[in-house]
């Protein structure tokens, strides 16, 4: 299933989900609020639990999030396995959707923005 929903999307690495969105993409960070409390999140994310994902971005659904209207969305979890597979759902929708390669950790491995998250502890 995994390598079926990969082969619809043009996966993006940290650096190019940046690009995205500085061109007006919408990031949706699909993880657990436990996961966002404990590593933060993407500075201008939309935060959609998985559960949720294909009725708040229904392009014609009468729930749908209007700011995502018109808009490539690059889906993040943890370390890009269930975001795959919730972009390619949302393409079925006809969402302009990706996912990020590597996650919300690969995000913070490559030092881009993060907002929230543990508080260093000094020695």
């Given amino acids: 299933m995994l390598a079926a929903a990969r082969s619809t999307l ?8 940046r690009a995205l969105q ?17 590593e933060g999140e993407i500075p201008g994310s939309v935060q959609i639990e998985r559960i949720h ?6 392009p014609v659904g009468p729930h749908r999030l209007p700011e995502a209207d018109g808009r490539v969305v690059v889906v993040v979890c943890n370390e890009g396995y269930a ?18 390669d590597g996650g919300f950790r690969a995000w913070a491995a490559a030092g881009l923005p993060i907002r929230g998250g543990p508080t260093p502890t000094v020695p």
């Fill in 22 to 38: 500085d061109e007006g993409a919408l990031i949706v960070d699909i993880r657990p609020e436990a996961n966002r409390a404990a």
């Fill in 83 to 100: 975001s795959s597979l919730a972009a390619a759902d949302l393409r079925r929708l006809g969402v302009e959707a990706t996912d990020l």
């Fill in 10 to 17: 043009d996966r993006v690495d940290p650096a190019g989900a």
């Fill in 53 to 58: 994902l294909e009725w708040r971005l229904d």
